[in-house]
C-alpha cells in the first residue's frame, strides 16, 4: 500500500465495494493491529481532542484534503473540516492511527473512519470513550432533525432565560403543571413499590400564542432534567419509522428525561401512527420518560393517542387570556417600558378591555408595534391613545387573518 496515493487509489474504488476493499488493505498493511471501522457520528475524535481529552496530528502525507465552510453570524468565521486525511491520536499513552474518508454515493455524503491500535482492546476502548463522552449533555439541548441528533447551545440557553415566574396563565395552571412534573420525578420509589409504570404522558393544548412554548422552556429550566427536543420525523434517508424508534431509543438511554413533542399533531401522520403508538405504549419499558406535547389542533390528532390513557394522561388547556390576565400582562409589559412610554392606571384599564379575544403573543405584538407607532408621534400623542389605536388596527387584522386561516383548513 502507498500511503502517499492512498486515498486516490481508495477513492477510485466503486462505491459498494469501497469500505470492504479498504479494510482489506489496511488489514494487509496492518497485520498485527486490530482495526475498528465505524460510520457512527458520535465518534467526533476532533472535538474530543479539542476537549483536551487526546492528542490529535494531521499526517502530511498522504495529503490532507480540507473543506471549508462560512459561518453565519454577526461577524462571521470560516470553519475548517477534515473530508480525506491520516492522523495520529495519543490518548493515555496509547497511539492510535485514524483515517478518515468522504465521498459521495447516490446523491448522499458517505463519511466512514477507520481506528487502528495495538489491541482490539485498546481500539474498543478509545472508541466507547470519544462516543461516550460525545453523547453526554452539557449546555446543550439534543434536538432531532433530519433523522440524526444534533447538539444546540442556542435552544440551550434560551430555555436558561426562560422563567416561570415572568408566565402569566389563568389560576393555577402553571403550578399544577410544575407540581404534577416535580412530584412525578421524585416518586420513582413509589412507583416501582406498586408496580406502575412510571413514565408520563403530558400534553398542553390550545391555540397557538398563550405561553404552551413558554411553559415548556420554563418548565425545562425549572426541573433540570434531560431534554430531547424532536423537531420532525422526516428525512431524506431514512423513514419516519426508523426516525421514530432513534428517538425512543435516545430517551430510553438518557432517562430520566424530558421528550418534547411541539405540534404533536404535524409529527404524526396516518403512516407512522401505529408504529408511534408501539413505541410509547407497546413490550419496551419507557421507564423515566416524560413525553411533554404540544398541540394547536387536537381535533387532527388521532383519538387513539389523545383519549387512550397511558398515552397521554395529562392534558392542561391554555385558552386566550381573560380579563384578569390581560390586565396581569398589560402592566407586566408597562412596568419595564420608559417612564415617557407607560400607560397610565386608566390607560392600562382601557386596553385590558379593548383587548379581548387577543392571545398573549398579540398582546406583545401590540405593545411592539404600539411603540413603534409611538416614537413616530411622541410630539403629538400619548401612549394611552396610540396602544387604544393599535388594539383597533389588530383587531381588524385578526379578522382578515380568519378567513385566510379558514380557506388553508378547508
Known amino acids: 500500500m502507498q500511503q502517499e496515493t492512498y486515498f486516490i487509489d481508495a477513492l477510485q474504488q466503486p462505491s459498494q465495494a469501497l469500505t470492504y476493499l479498504v479494510n482489506q488493505q489496511l488489514a494487509a498493511h496492518y497485520p498485527d493491529k486490530a482495526i475498528l471501522q465505524t460510520q457512527d457520528c458520535d465518534f467526533d475524535v476532533r472535538t474530543y481532542a479539542e476537549a483536551g481529552f487526546c492528542e490529535l496530528r494531521v499526517l502530511q502525507q498522504p495529503h490532507p484534503q480540507i473543506g471549508y465552510s462560512w459561518v453565519r453570524g454577526e461577524e462571521g468565521s470560516v470553519a475548517r473540516y477534515l473530508e480525506n486525511a491520516w492522523q495520529t491520536v495519543t490518548w493515555n499513552d496509547q497511539q492510535f492511527e485514524l483515517i478518515g474518508m468522504t465521498w459521495n454515493a447516490y446523491g448522499n455524503q458517505m463519511t466512514i473512519q477507520y481506528l487502528i491500535g495495538a489491541s482490539q482492546a485498546a481500539v474498543e476502548e478509545f472508541f466507547k470513550a470519544v462516543s461516550a463522552w ?67 404522558g403530558i400534553i398542553l393544548v390550545g391555540p397557538p400564542g398563550n405561553g404552551k412554548t413558554h411553559m415548556i422552556k420554563g418548565l425545562l429550566n425549572a426541573l433540570d432534567y434531560p431534554c430531547l427536543y424532536v423537531k420532525s420525523f422526516d428525512a431524506q434517508y431514512t423513514t419516519n419509522n426508523a426516525n421514530i424508534r432513534a428517538v425512543f431509543d435516545r430517551a430510553r438511554r438518557s432517562a430520566p428525561c424530558i421528550v418534547v413533542l411541539e405540534d404533536l399533531d404535524s409529527l404524526i401522520n396516518d403512516n407512522n401512527r401505529a408504529f408511534f403508538l408501539n413505541e410509547v405504549d407497546g413490550f419496551t419499558s419507557n421507564q423515566g420518560i416524560v413525553l411533554l406535547a404540544t398541540t394547536n389542533h387536537p381535533e387532527d390528532i388521532d383519538p387513539a393517542i389523545m383519549n387512550r390513557p397511558s398515552r397521554f394522561d395529562r392534558k392542561y388547556y391554555f385558552s386566550l ?90
Do not use: C
Not at 171 to 194: C, M, P, S, V
Not at 331 to 349: D, K, P, R, V, Y
Not at 376 to 391: F, G, P, R, S
Open 134 to 200: 460525545n453523547t453526554e449533555i452539557r449546555d446543550e439541548i439534543m434536538v432531532f432533525e433530519e433523522g440524526s441528533w444534533e447538539k444546540n447551545q442556542e435552544l440551550f440557553y434560551a430555555i436558561k432565560n426562560t422563567s416561570l415566574d415572568n408566565l402569566i396563565l389563568p389560576g393555577t395552571l402553571k403550578n399544577d403543571i410544575f407540581r404534577d412534573l416535580q412530584r412525578f420525578f421524585e416518586a420513582k420509589e413509589t412507583y416501582t413499590h406498586y408496580n406502575i409504570a412510571w413514565k408520563r
Open 321 to 410: 387570556p381573560e380579563l384578569a390576565e390581560r390586565m396581569a400582562y398589560i402592566h407586566q409589559w408597562n412596568s419595564a417600558l420608559h417612564s415617557s412610554t407607560q400607560l397610565t392606571e386608566a390607560g392600562i384599564q382601557q386596553a385590558a378591555e379593548a383587548t379581548e379575544g387577543f392571545s398573549f403573543a398579540y398582546l406583545k405584538e401590540l405593545f411592539v408595534s404600539a411603540l413603534m407607532r409611538w416614537i413616530d408621534t411622541k410630539d403629538q400623542t400619548v401612549m394611552d391613545t396610540v396602544i387604544l389605536e393599535q388594539a383597533t388596527f389588530l383587531r381588524e387584522q385578526m379578522v382578515t387573518e380568519q378567513p385566510a386561516a379558514a380557506e388553508d383548513e378547508a
